[in-house]
């Protein structure tokens, strides 16, 4: 129904910035809420931003606001990350979710989501 697949990750400085792409196979795109997760080793996955299916409305782990933004593309069905000042502790596995049965809303946990990508690294370097 949903195939999601990340690009955009690799390795960045400390302070420089990463966009990262979560392309969607789904003509219904368009239906589903978003979002962002990540995973460093020894740690759980953490919520880090999610966007509602109108793009309309926006939430954000606070170690990222003002540094990470989401937003979509319901045309092209894609998702973005744009992160900037990153930050050693940034350093993690990214994967984008999606969500049908609350398109409305913007949860930040993990098990409220249907489909998952298969997830791209980020290693931020000092």
């Known amino acids: 129904q949903v195939q999601l697949v990340e690009s955009g990750g690799g390795l960045v400085q400390v302070g420089g910035s990463l966009r990262l792409s979560c392309a969607a196979a789904a003509r219904t795109f368009g239906t589903y809420a978003m979002g962002w997760f990540r995973q460093a080793p020894g740690k759980e996955r953490e919520f880090v931003a999610a966007?509602?299916?109108?793009?309309?409305?926006?939430d954000y782990v606070d170690s990222v606001k003002g540094r990470f933004t989401i937003s979509r593309d319901n045309i092209e069905n894609t998702l973005f990350l744009e992160m900037n000042s990153l930050k050693p502790e940034d350093t993690a596995v990214y994967y984008c979710?999606?969500?049908?049965?609350?398109?409305?809303?913007?949860?930040?946990?993990?098990?409220?989501?249907?489909?998952w990508g298969q997830g791209t690294q980020v290693t931020v370097s000092s």
């Open positions: 979710a999606a969500d049908w049965t609350s398109p409305w809303g913007t949860s930040t946990l993990a098990n409220e989501y249907e489909y």
């Open positions: 966007i509602n299916w109108r793009g309309d409305r926006t």
